[in-house]
């Protein structure tokens, strides 16, 4: 009770009453919070908890701050969070990061450049403890705009010589082995569907993969921020029925799966003997359009949680020793 005959708020206990109440330092409180348990036996730990639990104790995140460096905060920056790679990206960094007692901050570029750097000099300015990013921007892009020394870690889309590790999928080879598979069943002319080429390294490996099995293809480029469904439906329609060869359509993420390929089954374009349809997916909604599809399975969760999962070693041990690239394949099934 305080001096006025009432109870102390969660808002007004401090460490100091959790010390006395657990008959312990105040130091001894803070190495519990901050999860520092070496230095105290296990029934000490559990008084200190106990005293805590009773006391209703919630510690002061902006003092912890100021005593540990760290804020406990890990932002994510998306290319853009309508994709479900993206948002499957974050449940696999957030359920590992929260494993290790980190929260992470989502932030989405929308496929812009321009807001990747904003994000980025956001990030930059206040006191998150590190970046993971799935980026557009380069290696000096990246460094001249996060001037704070925290750890990076790239996942999805590979850059060169990238002083930070990578957390990546086997694009190319995994975009050559369905163009060869199709190839071999006769298809020799592919439709590729994409975003902008030239803005992603991921889909540039991935075009690379087919151009190495089928060399005759049509690139369809879809702008992510803006685009007119009915157009590019009706692009494809008049790409199919021009085509006079055996045509393979190559999604190259699993958005424009969902997005066109409905219409053309419905239609009767795609028969998977003279028109078939491919391409990277991220979850098992796309199978669903057609189980007898063919398609790349990624894996974006497990992605997500191995890059988080270096991130939370790194802040552990900035020195530890990570490869610099880690492979999540993907399987095309």
């Known amino acids: 009770m305080t001096d006025k005959g009432k109870s102390k708020t969660s808002d007004t206990v401090t460490m100091k009453d959790v010390a006395a109440l657990a008959n312990v330092s105040i130091a001894t409180v803070s190495r519990f919070l901050n999860g520092d348990l070496s230095r105290m036996s296990t029934n000490t730990a559990k008084t200190v908890k106990s005293a ?10 902006a003092a912890r701050q100021m005593v540990t460096k760290s804020s406990g905060l890990i932002a994510i920056i998306v290319a853009n969070i309508d994709d479900f790679f993206s948002t499957e990206l974050f449940k696999g960094i957030s359920a590992m990061l929260e494993s290790k007692g980190y929260v992470g901050v989502l932030f989405d570029s929308n496929s812009d450049v321009t807001r990747e750097k904003e994000l980025m000099t956001i990030v930059s300015t206040h006191t998150f403890d590190g970046l993971i ?11 001249d705009t996060i001037r704070r020394n925290i750890p990076i870690v790239i996942v999805d889309r590979e850059i060169e010589q990238s002083p930070w590790t990578q957390v990546v999928t086997n694009n190319y080879e995994a975009a050559r082995n369905a163009a060869k598979y199709f190839r071999n069943e006769g298809f020799t002319h592919a439709i ?8 992603a390294t991921n ?5 690379r993969g087919i151009l190495s099995e089928i060399d005759n293809t049509t690139l369809v480029e879809v702008s992510e921020s803006s685009y007119n469904h009915k157009k590019v439906s009706q692009l494809l329609e008049k790409l199919l029925k021009d085509s006079k060869e055996k045509t393979l359509i190559f999604a190259l993420k699993e958005r424009w799966i969902t997005e066109f390929v409905p219409s053309l089954f419905y239609k009767g374009y795609i028969d998977n003997k003279r028109v078939a349809i491919t391409g990277f997916a ?7 359009i057609d189980p007898h599809t063919k398609l790349i399975a990624q894996n974006p969760y497990l992605m997500g949680a191995s890059a988080a999962e270096v991130m939370t070693d790194k802040l552990t041990n900035m020195n530890v020793r990570i490869d610099n690239t880690i492979v999540v394949p993907a399987k095309f099934e």
């Open 52 to 61: 805590i639990d009773k006391l209703n104790y919630v510690p002061n995140s």
């Open 133 to 143: 990013i799935q980026p557009f921007s380069s290696v000096k892009v990246i460094s």
């Open 192 to 199: 590729v569907v994409t975003s902008n080429l030239n803005l």
């Open 203 to 207: 889909r540039r490996e991935r075009y």
């Open 282 to 288: 991220d979850t098992s909604l796309a199978k669903y």
